[in-house]
């Protein structure tokens, strides 16, 4: 019997390429687990209007872990068009299975790790006054609140009487209070100090850890005051906790700006969902982008760890394979980080930053040429090669 189960869950697109090359490492570091396959994504949504399935999350419930490929997203009007014809007007409503997924099993600590590979030629570099340049050594940790916040999905095009009684018993509501309903949205941002406080602990916890010195903040307090101020003010609560570990507070508008000047001084930023989201992708694409960028959705028995990435369906049915499987092999590192084999985890890392570092095999991405058929013939490497000279530093 296998001393793991995962529930395998390919999702859309190009997650049903790059998932099966991580259980192809994970197999060969010598992961013990037995993988179970799951339904999820765009197609669920169409034949069944539901894109996370009951027997996903009962899968979920059941074995407590999960490795996620890649899902397909679109607006609610384009989302309804795709309904097989008999679901149409039956009042579906398409909701993100990720999403729904950290909020039905409270994965509300999501870690994204950026980490600059040495020899990736698509890493940040700081030209310096003499002419030469510099290539600051990346190693930054988003902590990013999974389950709030603006992604909270509280909502409404048109409001109903009582929302819209709610909301002008506010003063600044006065500017709005004359705007037809149809023509007006509003989404609701939520912070609970509880969470917050998970959220804000985990980052410091892990830069106990790791022996860094600082945790950023990462909010707009000044202008977002309630909420951001709830993430500011707890922050400050909990780092009374770490003596020994400095809190820093930044704007999410002049982090984007600080993180082009000296990225390499960041490295544990805690911020709710919406900034988190935004400062992972802007922090990946120093370190080379979507193709290395992982993540885990981490709550109390349950964990799930995906690819930051999409679907990308215009690449899904290129044969060969050309997409970057390495964000993905490196969410599975992290799964298995987090089950307690750490060495494993280690091993895998070290694999792809060698098979980096050596250069010798790229994706698309990696050589900056076009994504396409005729990458293959341009010196590129497919999904399945990439793979294959990871495996072969693992040996």
Same mark, same amino acid.
């Given at each position: ?12 697109? !190009? ?16 992961? &013990? ?9 765009? &197609? *669920?949504? *169409?034949?069944? +209007?539901?894109?996370? #399935? ?54 509300? !600590?999501?870690?994204?790790?950026? !980490? /600059? %590979? ?14 030469? %340049?510099?290539? #600051?050594?990346? &190693? ?5 609140? /999974?389950?709030?916040? $603006? ?29 037809? /309903? ?5 989404? *609701? ?14 980052? %410091? ?5 790791? +022996? ?8 707009? #307090? ?5 909420? =951001?101020? @709830? ?48 400062? =992972? ?18 709550? &109390? ?26 964000? $993905?092999?490196?969410?599975?590192? @992290? ?12 091993? !895998? ?47």
């Amino acid at each position: 019997m296998a001393k793991h189960t995962v529930v395998s869950m390919p999702g859309d697109g !190009i997650g049903n390429q790059v998932l099966p090359e991580s259980i192809r490492v994970l197999k060969a570091v010598g992961f &013990d687990a037995e993988y179970i396959h799951a339904d999820i994504g765009w &197609d *669920c949504w *169409c034949q069944q +209007g539901n894109a996370l #399935p009951d027997r996903t999350i009962e899968l979920l419930t059941k074995h407590k872990l999960g490795l996620f490929g890649a899902i397909t997203s679109k607006p609610n009007k384009e989302a309804q068009a795709e309904l097989k014809p008999e679901l149409r007007g039956k009042g579906y409503v398409y909701y993100s299975p990720i999403v729904t997924m950290r909020q039905r099993f409270n994965l509300d !600590i999501c870690q994204r790790p950026c !980490i /600059g %590979f040495i020899g990736n030629p698509l890493n940040y570099i700081r030209k310096r006054t003499d002419g030469g %340049f510099d290539e #600051p050594k990346i &190693d930054t940790t988003i902590f990013r609140q /999974g389950t709030e916040g $603006m992604y909270a999905g509280i909502e409404w095009t048109n409001p109903p009487d009582n929302v819209r009684a709610a909301l002008n018993s506010h003063p600044k509501f006065k500017n709005f209070s004359n705007i037809p /309903g149809p023509d007006l949205a509003v989404s *609701c941002r939520i912070i609970t100090r509880p969470a917050a406080k998970r959220i804000v602990t985990a980052a %410091f916890e892990y830069a106990k850890k790791r +022996g860094f010195k600082g945790v950023t903040i990462c909010e707009k #307090p000044n202008v977002v005051r309630e909420t =951001s101020g @709830m993430m500011e003010e707890t922050a400050k609560e909990v780092a009374k906790n770490y003596p020994g570990i400095a809190l820093w507070s930044t704007n999410i508008d002049a982090q984007l700006m600080w993180l082009n000047k000296n990225p390499e001084e960041y490295n544990v930023i805690v911020a709710s969902n919406l900034f988190g989201d935004i400062l =992972s992708d802007a922090f990946a694409g120093l370190v080379g982008g979507l193709g290395f960028a992982a993540s885990g959705n981490i709550g &109390d028995d349950v964990a799930v760890f995906e690819p930051t990435h999409g679907s990308a369906p215009k690449y899904a049915e290129l044969n060969p394979p050309i997409v970057n499987p390495i964000a $993905m092999i490196l969410s599975a590192a @992290m799964m298995v980080d987090h089950v307690g084999e750490r060495d494993k985890g280690d091993r !895998i890392r070290n694999a792809v930053a060698a098979v980096v570092k050596e250069g010798k095999v790229r994706t698309y991405d990696m050589m900056r040429i076009s994504g396409g058929a005729k990458s293959i013939s341009q010196g590129a490497a497919s999904t399945v090669q990439m793979t294959d000279a990871i495996l072969a530093k693992l040996k």
